[in-house]
């Protein structure tokens, strides 16, 4: 038996604190070069993002409990930790709601919201547009307004039950705590389910409001999930590079982590392709018309890259198991999925910026800078909102009724 | 009179017979099995077996089962029978996607399956170790070691003394 090593300092939040601001300031001097149209839609895909990756966690968690899983129990409170950052997301998300409200700029991002918006060739206006009145029961800014801030509601109120009943539990040991936990779970799964669904209708699919497809909510819960366990995966690694979970977490942990990310693989190409087999095969324009748009100029090999490198590279990738548990394996293919999901977020929200031929702008512009500088912002932000709640618990929940068998997850390892 | 199979040893527990796999895994043996009534996690590891080859097969079955359900629709759609339907090509790889994805499935369930069973070499209605008097206990409360004497390494006496020292019990050579 070797003397017990003293856990690493905890790791300082700060540093975190100055790339957000420096990403938001950055996104914001991007005002100066391009229109206030183009860094409003970036800042979009900066917050969905971080957005998509939280409530992917907070998915998480309440699977764990309902499920009352044993080995995930390793990564749960850092998941809680994460969670800390929905009331930033919350701020994060507020410019473009104020933005809605502004007589001058409503129908800047969501164009329904202004009906004097003009539809392209010519064909009248929103406020016309028979599509938009048949919808306008559901696609209006009061309605928005009030969903947005029940959504974030909803994550932030589950996110501090689920934080405070799990350290709650790390102080008495009471077993109480997992079952009022498990309650929230049941509860919880179906409010997030709808809100994860409502809000990339509203946030992200009603950019293009004549387009129908009944598998968003579904693919967009694909890229939160995938987006959460990729980020699980690299705070495991940086946890056990770092010393704290040195004796902790074995081969099994990330054998089952990465069977995760690979089984959500499938199912993202599931989704994805079924959603775009439907519209092909069907062949009506007012579905046909969103792909139609993304075959123009270098969007079509966004597309390609998309069906590629988010579905075909990983899944072959991930089939080994050696590129499951091996750090320096497991390490870039999960960086490479939460590139993809950035990816995919841009071909959903980029191409509704039109020129006045109704064309999509180039994906390769301004607009993607501003989309990087966003996710570094608002990365930034969510990273030091884990960081500063991560000192404040112990490291692993060592009270947690299934710990112990967490430890010894099939068996323990020496690598 | 048959050749002699090899040497069988009794355990009473799982940490008992955990470690003698260690032992024998060092000494170098690489022709030898445990038996035990349920499965112990780790124990492949003690025996030092490497992981299995099943999911080669499951691979070589899923693209079969892909190239299967591609071959499918562009011989039935394109190439046998050209017919328009839905105005749609005689042939694309959308439409044919389903079912080469279900054939994936499906012949990677079949390679699993079947493989698992040929590596095993299942079903087999006999083996020697049947014939260690007490065997039957394998199913309910003991452990055993087989050491095949067909390992380059076996020898009669010194795979003996290994066994013994391992702590193994009623030791016996059987017959093939």
């Known amino acids: 038996m070797s003397a017990p090593v003293p856990p690493p300092p905890a790791p300082r939040s700060d540093q975190a604190l100055y790339v957000g601001l420096a990403g938001i300031a950055t996104t914001g001097f991007g005002l100066m070069f391009s229109p206030l149209k183009m860094v409003a839609f970036a800042w979009l895909v900066g917050v969905m993002f971080w957005t998509a990756i939280t409530i992917g966690m907070l998915l998480l968690v309440l699977i764990h409990h309902i499920f009352d899983a044993s080995w995930s129990t390793i990564i749960r409170r850092q998941y809680e930790h994460w969670l800390s950052a929905f009331k930033w997301l919350a701020l994060l998300f507020l410019p473009l709601l104020v933005l809605s409200w502004m007589p001058r ?311 | 009179m048959s050749k002699a199979y090899g040497i069988i040893a009794a355990f009473d527990d799982t940490r008992e017979i955990f470690q003698a796999c260690e032992q024998v895994r060092d000494a170098g043996y690489t022709q030898w099995d445990a038996l035990t009534p349920f499965p112990i996690h780790g124990l492949d590891r003690a025996m030092g077996l490497r992981r299995s080859k099943v999911p080669r097969l499951s691979l070589i079955g899923g693209i079969a089962g892909f190239c299967t359900g591609m071959a499918l629709i562009w011989w039935t759609g394109a190439a046998d029978f050209r017919l328009i339907v839905g105005g749609k090509p005689y042939f694309s790889p959308m439409f044919a996607f389903p079912i080469s994805y279900e054939l994936s499935i499906l012949f990677t369930a079949f390679a699993t399956i079947l493989g698992m069973f040929f590596l095993n070499r299942l079903p087999m209605h006999y083996h020697p170790v049947l014939k260690q008097p007490q065997f039957a206990r394998a199913t309910s409360d003991r452990f055993f070691i087989v050491i095949e004497a067909t390992d380059p390494k076996f020898d009669a006496a010194r795979t003996r003394a290994l066994l013994v020292q391992a702590g193994g019990k009623d030791i016996v050579e059987i017959e093939g």
Request: contains cysteine; glycine residues 6%.
């Open chain 1, 105 to 415: 700029h409503s129908g800047l991002v969501w164009s329904w919201m202004d009906p004097a918006t003009p539809l392209p060739g010519g064909h009248g206006t929103v406020g016309t547009d028979v599509l938009y009145v048949k919808k306008s029961a559901f696609l209006n800014l009061n309605l928005f307004t009030i969903a947005t801030i029940a959504f974030f509601a909803v994550w932030v109120f589950l996110s501090c039950k689920l934080r405070k009943h799990s350290f709650a539990q790390d102080a008495d040991g009471d077993a109480v705590w997992t079952l009022k936990n498990r309650w929230w779970a049941a509860a919880g799964i179906p409010l997030a389910a709808l809100s994860l669904t409502f809000a990339s209708i509203l946030w992200v699919k009603s950019l293009e409001y004549h387009w129908f497809s009944t598998m968003y909510g579904v693919w967009f819960f694909s890229n939160c999930v995938r987006g959460a366990l990729s980020m699980g995966v690299l705070m495991m690694l940086w946890l056990y590079h770092r010393g704290d979970y040195a004796g902790l977490l074995n081969r099994n942990h990330l054998h089952s982590i990465g069977q995760l990310v690979f089984a959500f693989t499938v199912f993202w190409g599931y989704v994805s392709f079924s959603q775009y087999f439907l519209i092909w095969n069907a062949n009506i324009p007012e579905e046909t018309f969103w792909y139609n748009l993304r075959e123009q100029g270098d969007w079509y090999w966004v597309g390609m890259l998309i069906l590629f490198g988010h579905f075909f590279v990983p899944f072959l990738y991930l089939l080994s198991y050696k590129h499951k548990v091996v750090h320096a394996w497991i390490r870039p293919i999960v960086i490479w999925v939460l590139a993809l999901i950035f990816v995919d977020i841009c071909y959903n929200i980029l191409p509704a910026i039109k020129d006045a031929r109704g064309d999509p702008l180039p994906f390769l512009s301004l607009t993607l800078l501003w989309s990087l500088t966003a996710v570094i912002g608002v990365g930034g932000i969510c990273v030091w909102a884990y960081l500063r709640s991560f000192p404040t618990t112990k490291l692993i929940p060592i009270r947690d009724p299934r710990i112990a068998e967490c430890l010894v997850y099939h068996e323990s390892s020496h690598e």
